[in-house]
């Protein structure tokens, strides 16, 4: 039976992080089929090994595709509205004057030729299903290979269940080692414990193993985690009495419940500190560092010293998986969140880690909105990418009743970032959100709602909306003492055809109009050290000018990240030379 990982390459997908078993009838079949048709889903229950195929598949099918192929991870995803968002940020398309996010997705992929791999839709699925049929009726060009518990039902659609492993066909070491599931057994076994070696005498339970666990890849990875404590033959036996995985012949149960099975007999078997983080874990969305972890889930009774240390517990039971690099990152499969999910509910915790997660996205979105307008700001947008999927997993929360001043709070905090980094369609959701509710004491906050929610609604092209919104976000602005806010407000309503309501040529950036403030490339792109330099010249205090400095000098020559900040600086040169002799304006260092 084969293993095979694919190396490291130039790839839109990500690198396989462990050997994939068998599957050599399937891929084919997957490849043959998408070759056919336009839209193809790998359907079947959770821990099947749909994901897995997909991407092998894809990788494989990737350069027949002249923009290759990308992968958009639909799990973390809370609300069914940001599907189109999360797929063009994905595949790189800006949400830069878009009627609607589909719309505009249809228009940057008409001529490009890609394959879109779109992980996990079976919770987002009516939305996942349109844009499909959208995007598959508007560009002849691009592919879809879909993961789904359920079909997504789109015209042309070809679906294709994903059989469990092979099992194996006998009980001996050759029957074992000749099969896809006891391949995988085996071969994560000795992953888990290097001296773990295929004998006589375990061949039988592995093999009674495999299929009491319908051959399914997640459970049998789980059962083969444990054999660093437990030898097979001692496994099978604990295996036996554990309700779901009992019969066999005619009464098997369904595929989905053993593997629910499998994964609470694993979950039973954790210390109490492991339970307990794997329940807490399910709050963050993504994948997530061990900082965050630590801060987020490290409280009363688990220390945050302890967490490094119960993470890579549960990554050895394969619970949790890693992601090396020079930041190691760790997620949930989809399955094991959910399970952990209904553990944390039945805990009387949730409320609890909920809210430490929302105080966490709080803190970091504060330091990032001040920090957004200095040269730090490269690193805490990474930051911010980095955290999305749980941030917008504590929006969902504080909106959704628990907490809506606080959710105002962040929503406000993320404005600046989100509008920069073209996030219009979260902004506007968000945002629209936060400004119904009753204003709040902090005109600052108020401001940054409403000006965020201009511009994202004047980039999502919804015009009528945008002048009053930023005008109020103005007026706020001015009552909060923060010139650049105000700045934002000014150059979006500085755009002439604005209070015509529509769009168009007049719409654009114009520099001779009366109230626009000179543009460095980053008033485009929100407050950055150059727009805090204007607001300087805004309210007759151009020493502030001085701020762009730090950044011109951090400039990349890429013209990414803080290198952004370079037309800026270079134009409060300009400014500084044509006001020479202004005492504030020499506070930047010499040029
Ligand atoms: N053929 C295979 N060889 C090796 N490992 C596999 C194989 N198929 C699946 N796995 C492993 O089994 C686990 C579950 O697989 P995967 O995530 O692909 O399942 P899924 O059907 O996508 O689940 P979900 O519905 O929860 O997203 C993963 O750890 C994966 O690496
Ligand atoms: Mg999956």
Redesign the pocket.
Known sequence: MQ?SRLSQRQSGLPAE???????AAEIPAVFECLRTARVVTLT??????????ALRVAVLAEPGFGNGARLVEL?PLTDPALVPASVAQALDVSERDMTTPTAGLARALADREVLVVL??CEHVLEAAAGLVAELVAQCPRVRFLA?S?ERLDVPGEMVFP?PP?GLPEGASVRAVAAS?AGT?FVTRARAASPAFALTDGDAAAIAEMCSRLDGM??AI?LAAARCPVLGPVQLAARLEGHPGLLSGGAARPERHRSLEALVSWSYDLLDEAEQRLLARLSVLRGRFDLEVAERVLGSEPLAPEAVVGLLASLAGK?LV?VQAGPVVRYWL???VRQFAAGRLAASGEETAVHTWLLEWALEVARSADDALTSAERAGWSDRLTAGQASIRAALFWAFGGQEPEAGRELAARLARWWIATSRYSEAGQFLTTAASLPAPADPGLQARVLIGAAWSAFHLSDIRRAAPLAADGIACSQRAGEPQLEVGGRNLLARPGLARGRRGPDCRRNRSQPGYIRPGRSGSRGAGPGTAGRCGLLVGRPGRAGTAWPARDRARPDGVGPGRARPCADHMGNVRARRSGHPTCHSGRAR
Do not use: F, W
Not at 17 to 23: I, N
Not at 44 to 53: E, I, V, Y
């Open positions: 293993t992080l462990s050997s994939l078993v068998g599957r079947g229950p959770g821990g099947c090994g749909k994901t897995r195929l799990a992980d996990n993961t518990r994903v492993l896809e995988l890849p997640l990875e394969s998986q499969l989809e399955t």
